[in-house]
């Protein structure tokens, strides 16, 4: 499902009604209708009152209609324009007259001093309506809008916001000043980012997209549309199928490059990852004085013992064998556990440059690029990197708090110049793509926030390049696929206490599940 911007929904309308004809006032009237549909699947019987707050723009207009359709459906509505209805226009003004000709209540509250004047009976009221602020509205929200929002928040009744809670950035998802913090949001056409990204979607609630009519004609020509949200039938289609003669030949090759001396659980997690991806064999490259303890810890994936540092960490001396190995993979995950000795980061700078085969980079694998991502630009085979915003910050030398704030222009922008796949991860993880495309994962949940994760995740991704997945869709499913096995976890034990290993076996049943339901 693509996702859009503030001005490129603006576009999308405005070609709406310029160019295909259909009139601005229908799409707000399915826009109003939608929103009574909500509320009224929320309320259920018309006992009590809605409370529906209106701003003088288009959002309020939507409201207004909302306030129409819900008192045709025997609601006791009551509206409150933020503004003084002489100031509205358009098809605003036009929704507006309308409520007022047929004796809908509106009470005027253009000042703070006014909201605050009135005595406010909120036990009656069982839904309240935010249609103060739409789309259009940057920064923190001004008076009267900042004073009614908080005062909505205030009052412990559920909320219903029309297209975004008013307060929201719809771009970044930032949230600078009062925001409504919505139990649901109906949004018009297509998602906005900011209502998918943190901190914002955490006051969004439960996120309906509702259809207004706007043709495929009006968008699908629009070249910069480029981010989408990863559905269930996006990644269900990218599931590689085995032929029923596959063998493991057939199955993918994964070399994996981890581990060192108290960091084994990342090296046997990454590659337990890889076959529970459906590899097909998978070759644990590790200092030689932990193969005991891996062999022990692994039974499917092999493991290869390799010269080591004096701190238990991969060698230059084994070089030459690991570009040797690496020609005989499909595809290598570098860096979980391999530590951030100067030596090993020197390896893994190497590896690098010098193997051409499609690799996975994450954890340690990222920290020997800091302030020099060289090695990765200059690759002659596909590269995925898998940072966390912490490792994202370093690489590329931004703070992290900028990262967080901007997480898709960050992503599509590295990922653009360095000619690589990003996996930004974080709630809500974006995989960018070096055409500008990026995909929002929408599975996952707090629960996941524990160590090992990434290793998981770092195997999963590389077990699906191995089978055959280009690097930018084994990146979209294996992110989707991982949140997924996760989600699946914390329904079965809870989401407090989710271990990595926890993913393992669930993983195998995400795939199956979502095969199911692609052939359903």
Not at 64 to 78: E, I, P, S, T
Not at 195 to 205: D, F, K, Q, S, T
Not at 395 to 423: E, L, N, Y
Request: net charge negative.
């Amino acid at each position: 499902m693509k996702v859009v911007t503030s001005e490129q929904m603006r576009r999308i309308d405005r070609r709406t009604i310029e160019q295909i004809g259909i009139p601005g006032i229908v799409l707000m009237e399915n826009a109003g209708r939608a929103v009574a549909d909500l509320v009224c699947e929320m309320k259920g019987s018309s006992d009590g009152s809605v409370f529906l707050f209106c701003g003088k723009g288009n959002n309020g207009g939507d409201g207004f209609v909302a306030a129409r359709h819900l008192h045709q459906r025997g609601y006791d509505v009551q509206i409150y324009l933020l503004a003084r209805r002489e100031d509205l226009r358009g098809d605003a003004r036009t929704n507006a007259d309308i409520a007022f000709s047929i004796g809908l209540p509106i009470f005027e509250i253009p000042t703070r001093d006014r909201i605050l004047s009135l005595d406010w009976r909120w036990e009656r009221v069982s839904v309240v309506v935010d249609a103060i602020l739409g789309t259009g509205a940057k920064g923190a929200p001004e008076e009267p809008a900042a004073t009614c929002i908080e005062l909505i928040n205030s009052s412990g009744r559920p909320v219903v916001s029309v297209d975004i809670p008013s307060g929201l950035d719809p771009d970044t998802g930032r949230v600078e000043g009062s925001c409504i913090r919505a139990k649901a949001t109906v949004t018009f056409a297509f998602p906005k980012i900011g209502l998918l990204l943190y901190p914002g979607a955490e006051n969004v609630g439960d996120l309906r997209v509702a259809d207004i009519s706007i043709p495929e004609a009006a968008w699908r020509d629009m070249d910069d549309l480029k981010v989408e949200l990863v559905e269930e039938r996006m990644v269900g289609d990218l599931i590689p199928i085995r032929k029923p003669d596959m063998h493991k030949g057939e199955a993918g090759r994964v070399l994996v490059i981890a581990g060192s001396r108290g960091l084994t659980g990342a090296a046997a997690m990454c590659s337990l990852a890889a076959a529970r991806s459906g590899a097909g064999l998978v070759t644990l490259l590790i200092p030689e004085s932990l193969n005991p303890i891996l062999e022990v810890k692994l039974t499917e994936p092999m493991t290869f013992p390799l010269p080591e540092t004096d701190s238990g960490t991969l060698s230059l001396k084994g070089l030459d064998t690991i570009l040797e190995l690496c020609d005989g993979a499909d595809v290598v995950a570098i860096g979980p556990g391999l530590s951030r000795n100067p030596e090993t980061s020197e390896l893994i700078r190497r590896v690098l440059r010098e193997s051409g085969k499609p690799m996975v980079v994450d954890a340690d694998g990222l920290n020997a690029l800091e302030g020099d991502p060289s090695p990765i630009i200059s690759r002659e085979g596909p590269t995925v990197i898998t940072p966390h915003p912490g490792e994202m910050g370093r690489i590329c030398g931004i703070p992290t708090r900028d990262i967080q704030m901007d997480r898709i222009g960050v992503a599509t922008g590295f990922a653009s110049k360095w000619g690589v796949v990003i996996v930004l991860k974080g709630a809500r993880t974006i995989t960018a793509d070096p055409s500008g495309r990026a995909f929002i994962n929408p599975t996952g949940n707090p629960g996941m926030a524990s160590g090992g994760m990434g290793d998981i995740l770092t195997g999963l991704i590389a077990g699906l390049i191995g089978q055959g997945l280009k690097p930018l869709e084994a990146a979209v499913l294996g992110t989707y696929i991982h949140g997924f096995a996760g989600d699946m976890a914390a329904k079965e034990i809870g989401d407090r206490g989710i271990l990595a290993t926890d993913l393992l076996d669930r993983i195998p049943r995400s795939f199956q599940i979502l095969l199911g339901r692609r052939w359903g």
